[in-house]
């Protein structure tokens, strides 16, 4: 009878292995090799090879197909010391994958040889059991949710649209979320603005998104920012943020938003709302529209009515905030079609959405051929809103 010793060698007779050294000189030339590390956790935390997916023995039949989807790519998998590997190299073939090697001498080999390792951050047991949801779809899995974990947000304003964007930003684990606002929580907030609660009335709103959002999520970072958007502050504020979410009500910020976004190339998740009736769009920097292609100009103060007198259904914003908080952990993790070129309207008295195409302005004044706005400066407008028709609106 064979031998597990036995089985190993006939196994490595029939598979390719490659050398630590061969792998790394294919490597530093741009090779496309698929690399997977078929390791358990607690090895795999000691170091990996720069650029590897790991997917340990025991799962690497179920999830290789959602990692490597050509079967004709070339792969290489490695263990410690290269004989779980090439068992798994034999079961890869076995599933129609033709180009599979193994790493002789597996990890340890690539260490002893002197080449370059990175000591990679893995979920810990907590975060695995608060994002399993995310774990288990191939779109997001430890990879995805590590994006998010690693990734920073700023939403501006805790109003309306900030709120469910913010709650469900830190439920998914977006690892900094940033939130600008210098106002303070007032009872007539309380009917859509559900970050804050009846004892913050008089207080301030970044106070009470903090505490709200630390509660629901202590392992992430909520940065403050309880000051007035200005052209001063802005790039300051921006630079280190990834994603800029926009849950303005007012002119003034809404176009410095913008014009900062499209000068610091920051992704603007866009949303407003009117009453019964919402937008979202996704304004990418230089692939797209900006705002000012839509807008150039804000609506004229004697055709918009004023901030008290425009109204709000309190449900509304809770859609158009969780498109946006959508919008941002899809563009985070390089998944679906995002609403960049697309204005999507919500009508909630007839419950229907509607789909606008956008397209670039090439005389935009901002992001246009011959842009005329070369500096950020204040748009001086009173508190006024947009209609969705127009643009956005009151929260």
């Known amino acids: 009878m064979p031998t597990a010793k036995d089985l190993l060698a006939k196994i490595k007779k029939e598979i390719v292995e490659v050398s630590a050294d061969n792998l790394k000189k294919r490597l530093d030339g741009g090779e496309a090799i698929a690399l997977i590390d078929v390791r358990e956790r607690d090895e795999a935390e000691q170091g990996q090879i720069p650029g590897a997916k790991f997917i340990p023995r025991g799962f690497l039949e179920m999830r290789i197909e959602d990692v490597v989807h050509d079967k004709s790519a070339k792969v290489v998998v490695y263990c410690a010391g290269g004989n779980r590997s090439a068992f798994a190299a034999r079961d890869l073939a076995a599933l129609g994958y033709t180009n599979v090697e ?95 609660g009846e004892e913050w009335i008089g207080k301030p709103k970044v106070d009470s998104a903090y505490e709200r959002l630390r509660s629901l999520n202590p392992g992430i970072k909520v940065v403050k920012h309880p000051v007035h958007l200005t052209s001063e502050n802005v790039a300051d504020i921006f630079e280190p943020y990834d994603v800029i979410v926009d849950g303005t009500d007012n002119f003034t910020t809404r176009y410095l938003v913008n014009d900062a ?55 509304l914003p809770g859609i158009i905030g969780v498109i946006q908080a959508t919008e941002a952990i899809k563009h985070v993790l390089g998944q679906g079609k995002t609403l960049v070129g697309r204005l999507l309207q919500y009508d909630a008295l007839d419950m229907k959405f509607h789909e606008r195409r956008l397209r670039r302005d090439p005389e935009c004044p901002l992001c246009g051929k011959s842009p005329t706005i070369k500096k950020l400066e204040d748009l001086h407008w009173s508190c006024q809103v947009e209609r969705p028709a127009a643009a956005a609106a009151q929260h």
């Open 102 to 196: 193994s790493l002789a001498g597996g990890f340890n080999g690539w260490k002893n040889a002197g080449h370059k390792f990175d000591v990679p951050h893995f979920l810990t047991a907590e975060d695995r059991q608060r994002y399993s949801r995310h774990l288990i779809i191939p779109e997001v899995g430890e990879d995805g949710q590590k994006k998010l974990l690693a990734s920073k947000m700023l939403l501006i304003g805790a109003g309306g649209l900030g709120s469910p964007a913010a709650l469900y930003l830190a439920a998914a684990g977006v690892g900094t979320i940033g939130i600008i606002d210098n106002d303070v929580v007032d009872r007539s907030n309380l009917q859509r603005q559900i970050l804050h």
């Open 261 to 315: 976004c499209v000068m610091m190339n920051k992704p603007n998740v866009h949303g407003s709302i009117f009453r019964f009736e919402g937008q979202a769009t996704f304004f990418l920097p230089h692939d797209g529209p900006c705002y000012r292609c839509l807008y150039p100009e804000p609506t004229p103060a004697d055709m918009a009515p004023s901030c008290a007198e425009a109204g709000v259904l309190g449900v």
